[in-house]
């Protein structure tokens, strides 16, 4: 789902000043504590909402082909 097709409940809300510095932790404690937990060739999405935390993992990549002899 993109922002065009997001609905409107679910738009982000405006930015606010502090907004980038809060962006900014919550990406370094992900890079500190979480990343080295994640499967280095899938996405990871997490989600939180309250005390509610969702993970998804993408697809698994594509084994390479190995040609028949």
Same mark, same amino acid.
């Given at each position: 789902?993109?922002? *065009?097709?997001?609905?409107?409940? @679910?738009?982000?809300?405006?930015?606010?000043?502090?907004? @980038?510095?809060?962006?900014?932790?919550?990406?370094? *404690?992900?890079?500190?504590?979480?990343?080295?937990?994640?499967?280095?060739?899938?996405?990871?999405?997490? *989600? =939180?909402?309250?005390?509610? =935390?969702?993970?998804?993992?993408?697809?698994?990549?594509?084994?390479? @082909?190995?040609?028949?002899?």
């Amino acid at each position: 789902m993109t922002l *065009a097709t997001m609905p409107a409940a @679910e738009a982000p809300a405006p930015q606010v000043p502090d907004d @980038e510095a809060q962006k900014r932790a919550i990406a370094n *404690a992900v890079w500190t504590d979480l990343l080295w937990l994640m499967p280095p060739d899938r996405t990871v999405t997490i *989600a =939180v909402t309250g005390g509610d =935390v969702a993970v998804t993992l993408g697809p698994p990549a594509l084994a390479p @082909e190995v040609p028949a002899h």
